[in-house]
């Protein structure tokens, strides 16, 4: 399957030039080579870091432009994965990097038309539904010191009514509303949603876990439309995700842990992990979505909430997966590089390993040298919404912004 991805020939690990080997920033280091990717990888991180910057602000004009501006202002799929509101989040994360108060607004004004476009939609999550429009209206007004829109966007929230029938996961599902209560309360303050929202639907979610595990081997387990997926986006990954941000009684942590670990036990002989508990032979999938990035992410997690040394092992093992196999022909966060590089960045979050920091470069790096020629030669795939922040270049521009600081960079809608 060596067609889904490039094969990864980029070294191990570069080191960088120093300042006395490059003195300004934008000039070639001296180390000579005749590669454009070496060149950036050999490059001090202070240039960089600059260049990330500006091909970050220069994608952001397009990214607006052919979201918002040429679609006259009109709203087709308000969601942030592949809709219009992905730009407003995309806007929000420079506004907190530059303070630029015309992403602000701009963003505010973004949102604003997708709280008319959502109004009578019944999806209720951060990245595919209402709960992520009022979450980010809410955030955004409170940055601009607007109490009247705060208000009416958290009033918005508090009507969101979950169905019953809702599935668990995080696209359409429980935690993907209980993930936009987490992102209102930790920007604007604990308890703004209260946990009486949450409770509930933590309990829920647990009751359903059990009762579907009883037969197998794994103490928690969900279906998404019949199937009982393992990944971040309908799976395993996604829920244990956001439930160890929850306040959880001590049995649901050991259930947590020994969710975390059946899927370990099980993953493939290669490192990486099944999409789903029927697609056991299948060792193809290596993106956020499906497979080992996923699964990574929160394993991290797992290790800096429980402090565990086995959940830091499989989590740097299914890095080495991603380092393999995840230089993906895709630009996306969901099932592309951008995406992928973000397992780098969080472990390197979390042990401070420069390696770490190299390889999340080296995938930053490969996009910023050659994605728009390899995408104009067909040889990678746009995306089907070409500058949505879940498949297209938004998510690229995303993580360039994120790369010029890599200690703060998280991945978006997900990691807090
Ligand atoms: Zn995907």
């Known amino acids: 399957m060596a067609d889904r991805f490039f094969p990864n020939v980029m070294p191990d690990f570069v080191a960088e030039a120093t300042a006395e080997t490059q003195d300004e920033e934008g000039k070639e280091p001296a180390v000579v080579t005749q590669d454009s990717l070496m060149k950036l990888l050999s490059m001090p991180y202070s240039s960089l870091s600059q260049r990330f910057k500006r091909a970050a602000l220069d994608l952001k004009e397009t990214i607006t432009l052919e979201t918002w501006g040429m679609t006259g202002q009109q709203v087709q799929d308000f969601t942030l994965y592949c809709g219009t ?27 604003k038309a997708c709280d008319t476009a959502s109004f009578n939609s019944r999806d209720v999550t951060f990245l595919c539904g209402r709960a992520g429009v009022c979450a980010l209206g809410a955030v955004l007004a409170k940055h601009a010191g607007d109490e009247q829109l705060i208000n009416y966007y958290l009033v918005q929230f508090r009507e969101i009514k979950l169905p019953r029938n809702l599935p668990d996961e ?23 949603i209260p946990s009486t929202y949450t409770c509930s639907v933590v309990n829920e979610i647990i009751k359903n876990g059990r009762e579907l595990a009883k037969s197998g081997r794994c103490p928690l387990m969900f279906e998404w439309y019949g199937e009982k997926y393992w990944g971040a986006a309908h799976g395993l990954a996604g829920i244990m995700h956001v439930l160890m941000d929850m306040d959880l009684k001590p049995d649901e942590v050991e259930d947590v842990k020994g969710t975390l670990r059946y899927m370990i036990n099980n993953r493939f002989p290669s490192g990486n992990y099944p999409a789903s508990e029927e697609d056991k032979k299948r060792d193809v999938l290596v993106h956020w979505c499906h497979g080992a ?124």
């Open 85 to 111: 509101l992905g730009t407003a989040f995309f806007l929000f994360r420079a506004y907190l990097l530059t303070n630029n108060n015309n992403d602000l607004a701009l963003s505010s004004q973004i949102v």
């Open 170 to 192: 995080l696209l359409y599902g429980r935690v993907g509303y209980l993930w936009a209560c987490l992102f209102i309360n930790k920007h604007m303050g604990a308890g703004t």
């Open 293 to 416: 990035p996923g699964v990574a992410l929160t394993l991290v997690k797992a290790a800096r909430v429980f402090g565990d040394k086995e959940f830091l092992e499989a989590a740097a093992d299914a890095a080495e997966v991603v380092w393999n196999r995840g230089l993906l022909k895709r630009v996306g966060i969901c099932h592309g590089i951008s995406g992928n590089a973000y397992v780098f960045l969080s472990l390197y979050q979390l042990t401070g390993n420069v390696e770490f920091i190299y390889r999340a470069k080296a995938f930053a790096c490969f996009l910023l040298d050659r994605a728009h020629k390899l995408i104009s030669e067909g040889e990678m795939h746009g995306g089907d919404n070409p500058y949505s922040l879940f498949e297209g270049m938004g998510g690229m521009a995303y993580l360039f912004l994120d790369m010029i600081d890599p200690s703060q960079g998280k991945f978006p809608a997900y990691d807090l």
